[in-house]
């Protein structure tokens, strides 16, 4: 019994043995699995930080462009907002005197207008007339340059001679006259000659006979 208890006790303890050998072999193949896992996360990690990184400071280069940007346009703003109320302080009163002086120009220009426009008006009148005389006067000049048979004939033949109505009654009624006589005279004379013309035949009949 104890050769049989001292075998079971050795095969026992051969047995423990491998099952701690085993274990511990198990143990340690998980654990180097582990750490690879960790070291791929932690690689993997790594690379996500840098890229971040990098990230991270390009946006914070955005950042400072932008806000060097918005510095400016703030600062323009200022500029520009000091600019208007300067103006509002000192050129808008200028500009409300000048539109009260125009305004005062307007109405009396309104109310001196009307004058001006009957100024004007008899100014045209007198013109016109001055024109008229002028051209009365270019046509009195012309027709007095004009030689008397000229203007004879114009008298008493046409009706754009500058003589009063009058005047062409006049002239032609004495022109009708001296026709009248003229025609007279002629016929007197040819008849005249006419019968002496004859006598001096009978005349010279006599004489030859």
Same mark, same amino acid.
């Given at each position: 019994m104890p050769s049989s208890r001292l075998s079971e006790l050795g095969q026992s303890s051969s047995s423990n043995g491998w099952n701690s050998e085993a274990s *511990?072999? *198990?143990?340690? +193949?998980? #654990?180097e699995a582990a750490l690879r896992k960790f070291s791929k996360q932690a690689v993997l990690n790594e690379y996500k930080m840098?890229? =971040?990184?990098?990230? #991270?400071?390009? %946006? &914070? +280069? %955005?950042f400072r462009a932008i806000? +060097?940007?918005?510095?400016?346009?703030?600062?323009?703003?200022? !500029?520009? $907002?000091?600019?208007?109320?300067?103006? =509002? /302080?000192? /050129?808008?009163?200028?500009? %409300?005197?000048? =539109?009260?002086e125009s305004m005062e120009s307007l109405t009396q220009l309104s109310q001196t207008l009307p004058k001006i426009q009957s100024q004007v008006a008899d100014i045209r009148v007198v013109h016109d007339s001055g024109r008229e005389k002028a051209q009365a006067l270019v046509e009195d000049l012309v027709w007095? %340059?004009?030689?008397?048979?000229?203007?004879? !004939? $114009?008298?008493?033949?046409?009706s754009s001679s500058p003589v009063s109505w009058r005047w062409k009654a *006049? &002239?032609?009624t004495l022109f009708v006259i001296s026709f009248i006589l003229c025609s007279w005279l002629s016929w007197i004379a040819l008849s005249g000659a006419y019968r002496a013309h004859r006598h001096r035949l009978v005349w010279g009949e006599k004489l030859m006979s």
């Amino acid at each position: 019994m104890p050769s049989s208890r001292l075998s079971e006790l050795g095969q026992s303890s051969s047995s423990n043995g491998w099952n701690s050998e085993a274990s *511990v072999s *198990v143990s340690t +193949s998980r #654990l180097e699995a582990a750490l690879r896992k960790f070291s791929k996360q932690a690689v993997l990690n790594e690379y996500k930080m840098k890229d =971040l990184e990098s990230r #991270l400071s390009e %946006n &914070m +280069s %955005n950042f400072r462009a932008i806000d +060097s940007l918005l510095q400016e346009a703030f600062t323009g703003l200022q !500029r520009n $907002s000091k600019r208007a109320d300067r103006a =509002l /302080q000192t /050129q808008v009163p200028h500009i %409300n005197a000048e =539109l009260e002086e125009s305004m005062e120009s307007l109405t009396q220009l309104s109310q001196t207008l009307p004058k001006i426009q009957s100024q004007v008006a008899d100014i045209r009148v007198v013109h016109d007339s001055g024109r008229e005389k002028a051209q009365a006067l270019v046509e009195d000049l012309v027709w007095l %340059n004009t030689e008397f048979y000229e203007r004879w !004939r $114009s008298i008493i033949f046409t009706s754009s001679s500058p003589v009063s109505w009058r005047w062409k009654a *006049v &002239m032609r009624t004495l022109f009708v006259i001296s026709f009248i006589l003229c025609s007279w005279l002629s016929w007197i004379a040819l008849s005249g000659a006419y019968r002496a013309h004859r006598h001096r035949l009978v005349w010279g009949e006599k004489l030859m006979s």
